[in-house]
C-alpha cells in the first residue's frame, strides 16, 4: 500500500472544503471497498478524507412518511433498528444480509451507492423503494441516481447526506448471493407503493441496478404469481460471468421476483 | 474474452479509415486515454488511465496495426502493462463497410487480461471491457455528429493517406 495523508474533518463544510482542494483526495466512508482496494495497490488516492466524525451523515430517523438512513450508517444499525424493522422490513432485512458482520458493522449505505457495484444490495433497495438521495447541493431520485455500474450522478466532491426511502404499503428482498463474496449473483426488491409496483433488480444487470418495468406493470395488473408467468428478462443484458452465465443470472432473477412475491402474499 | 459489435457511423469510409489511424482522434476518444504518440505509420504508444469504481490503474502500451487493407480493413493489436494492477493484450479486427454514404463499422475485439486485476475483478473484467468499447465508439461518433468538426481535424491525415 502507497503512503497517503488521512484528515479527519469535524463537519460537512470541513470536508467539502478539503475535498476541493485535489483530485487526489479520496472520502473514506466504511472502507470496505476503497481499503482492500488500497491494499492491493489498485487504488492510490494521496489522501483519505474520513467522513465518520461528521454529524450530519450519522445515524438514523423514522418519520410517518419515510425512513432516512443517514449516509455513514453502519448496515448493522440499520439491521437491527427495531423502529426500521417496523416501517419497512425489507429494509432491515437487506441490511442484515450484507456482506458479513465486519461488513454489517462497518460498511455505510452512504459508501455502498456512491460506489454502485453492479452487485451491491442498497441501490435496490433505492430503486425498489423510490428513495430521495440527499447530498450537500441537492436532492436527487433514485431512478435518476444510478447510472451505470459504478457510475452515478454525484458530481466530484459532491457528498450523500442521507438517504430518504418513502414508506410503503410493503416489500421484500429476496437475494441469491455467491457464497465466498456473498455479493448478490441476483437480488431483487419488490415494492408494493399506493401508486403501483416497482421492481429493482441488483448482481444480474450488465449496466448494474435496473428495474424490470415489464413486471412493474404485470404486478401492478394483479399482483399474482400467475401475472409473472409469460414474463423474462432480455438474457443479452445479464451478466455473464464464471461465477453465473447470463441465462441463469436471467433465470434467478424470475425466481427470486416470485419468491419476493410469495413472500409478501405469506405476509399480508 | 471475445466480443463482436457494429456501428453505424455518419460519414464518409475514406473519413472514417483515417479517424481510426488519427492519434489525435484516438486520444480523443479512448476513455481515460492520456496521450496517444505516433511512433511510425503502423506504431503507436499510449498511456491510458483505466477507472474503474475504486480501481484506478495508469497503463502504458503500444498499438499496432496488421493486415492492413485501405480502406476496408484492419487489425488493432495491442498490449500494456499497469505495473502492480496488471497487464493486458487484445486484439481489434475492424471492418468498414459503406452504406448510403455513410459507414458501417464492425468489430471483433478479442482481449486477455491477466495479474491482480484480474484476480480481482474477474466477475467486472467482461462488462467493463464492453463499457469501455461502447464509450470508444460513441465518442467516435460523436466526433462525426458534431458539425463536421472531425472532418475538418483529419484534412491532412487524408491527404497523407494518398
Known amino acids: ?268 | 474474452m471475445e466480443m463482436a459489435n457494429t456501428r453505424r457511423i455518419d460519414a464518409s469510409r475514406e473519413t472514417v479509415w483515417a479517424a481510426i489511424q488519427d492519434p489525435a482522434m484516438l486520444e480523443k476518444c479512448i476513455p481515460g486515454c492520456k496521450e496517444v504518440e505516433k511512433l511510425s505509420d503502423t506504431e503507436m504508444t499510449a498511456v491510458v488511465v483505466l477507472k474503474v469504481g475504486p480501481v484506478k490503474a495508469t497503463f502504458k502500451g503500444k498499438v499496432q496495426f496488421e493486415n492492413v487493407a485501405a480502406p476496408a480493413s484492419l487489425t488493432l493489436v495491442g498490449e500494456g502493462t499497469g505495473g502492480i494492477a496488471g497487464h493486458a493484450k487484445g486484439s481489434a479486427d475492424v471492418e468498414l463497410a459503406e452504406e448510403d454514404g455513410a459507414t458501417v463499422l464492425s468489430y471483433r475485439i478479442k482481449a486477455q487480461i491477466g495479474g491482480r486485476i484480474a484476480q480481482l475483478g474477474a466477475r467486472l473484467i467482461d462488462s467493463t471491457t464492453q463499457k469501455l468499447a461502447a464509450e470508444f465508439f460513441n465518442r467516435l461518433e460523436a466526433e462525426f455528429a458534431e458539425g463536421g468538426d472531425a472532418d475538418t481535424a483529419l484534412e491532412p491525415a487524408l491527404s497523407a493517406a494518398g
Open chain 1, 1 to 268: 500500500m502507497n503512503g497517503f495523508a488521512y484528515l479527519t474533518p469535524g463537519d460537512l463544510a470541513e470536508a467539502l472544503a478539503l475535498l476541493r482542494q485535489g483530485d487526489e483526495a479520496s472520502p473514506l466512508a466504511g472502507g470496505q471497498t476503497l481499503v482492500p482496494t488500497m491494499k492491493q495497490g489498485l487504488a492510490a488516492p494521496e489522501t483519505l478524507i474520513d467522513l465518520g466524525g461528521l454529524a450530519e451523515l450519522a445515524g438514523l430517523r423514522v418519520t410517518p412518511t419515510h425512513v432516512e438512513v443517514g449516509a455513514m450508517c453502519p448496515h448493522a444499525v440499520v439491521a437491527a433498528d427495531p423502529e426500521v424493522r417496523a416501517a419497512c422490513p425489507a429494509l432491515a432485512d437487506l441490511a442484515g444480509m450484507i456482506g458479513d458482520a465486519q461488513v454489517r458493522n462497518r460498511g455505510t449505505i452512504g459508501g455502498s451507492i456512491a460506489n454502485n457495484d453492479p452487485a451491491a444490495d442498497y441501490p435496490a433497495a433505492c430503486l425498489g423503494l423510490n428513495a430521495v438521495i440527499r447530498t450537500d447541493r441537492r436532492d436527487i431520485d433514485a431512478d435518476d441516481f444510478f447510472l451505470s455500474m459504478f457510475d452515478t450522478a454525484l458530481e466530484p466532491g459532491e457528498l450523500i447526506v442521507s438517504v430518504a426511502f418513502p414508506r410503503c404499503r410493503e416489500a421484500a428482498y429476496l437475494k441469491f448471493r455467491n457464497p465466498a463474496s456473498r455479493f448478490a449473483l441476483a437480488g431483487v426488491f419488490l415494492a408494493r407503493h399506493e401508486d403501483g409496483v416497482r421492481i429493482a433488480v441488483t448482481g444480474a444487470g450488465t449496466d448494474g441496478v435496473f428495474r424490470w418495468s415489464e413486471a412493474e406493470a404485470a404486478l401492478g395488473r394483479e399482483f399474482t404469481a400467475t401475472a409473472l408467468a409469460g414474463l423474462a428478462v432480455p438474457v443479452e443484458d445479464m451478466l455473464g460471468d464464471l461465477h453465473a452465465a447470463a441465462d441463469y443470472r436471467a433465470h434467478l432473477v424470475k425466481v427470486l421476483t416470485a419468491r419476493a412475491l410469495a413472500a409478501i402474499s405469506q405476509r399480508a
